[in-house]
């Protein structure tokens, strides 16, 4: 595993814990010599793991649409940093760079990446893992959906344990590399037989 993305808010939130739990995702990342891809910017908890990485001695590569750019809020300092027409083309991107994914706590963009992710493993577009690292239970209110999506049968279980959830960088980098795919698509045959009722 040589890259992982790293989906996380342009703001830092209201807790320091956050930036805390960045920085030290950011030095493991560059100790283990992985390689972060990321949103590109300076500025909220991208800016701090970017800084985090580099400060240790890491690899950053960053993607941003030109009209994030124009804002002055890209990073100057990364080893790469690519510059995308669009969100979607800055989404596409960075999976295609990317081995594996990490979603830190973050607002409606992130949220918004970790649901491409998730949906494109589900119907085996490719098979590549994401983990939410849930700083102080961030993610327990949509992991309770998640739950709640899977007795409801939207969801299949197989598909719901696809995410790796941790608080521990070092046992989240581990649990993504030991990943294995499922091996089932959508309930789409059960859509199949329903319709022809």
Not at 58 to 65: E, L, N
Not at 113 to 138: C, H, S, V, W
Not at 160 to 184: C, F
């Amino acid at each position: 595993m040589k890259r992982i993305c790293v989906f996380c808010g342009s703001s830092v939130g209201k807790k320091e814990v956050y930036s805390k739990a960045a920085r030290q995702l950011g030095k493991v990342l560059a100790k283990n010599n992985i390689t972060l891809v990321y949103g590109g910017g300076k500025v909220g908890l991208m800016g701090v793991i970017a800084n985090s990485v580099l400060e240790n001695g890491g690899t950053c590569i960053g993607v941003i649409p030109q009209s994030i750019a124009d804002l002055e809020i890209a990073h100057t300092g990364l080893d790469e940093l690519h510059i995308v027409d669009s969100m979607a083309e800055r989404k596409d991107m960075m999976a295609e760079l990317s081995d594996a994914f990490i979603a830190m706590p973050g607002g409606f963009g992130t949220l918004d990446e970790m649901a491409e992710i998730l949906t494109y493993n589900q119907l085996r577009i490719f098979d590549k893992p994401i983990g939410l690292y849930n700083i102080e239970g961030y993610f327990d209110g949509l992991l309770n959906f998640f739950d709640h999506a899977v007795e409801e049968q939207f969801v299949r279980e197989e598909h719901r344990s696809n995410i790796v959830v941790s608080t521990d960088p070092i046992g989240m980098i581990k649990n993504l590399k030991a990943y294995e795919p499922v091996k089932i698509g959508k309930w789409i045959e059960d859509i199949k037989e329903e319709s022809l009722n």
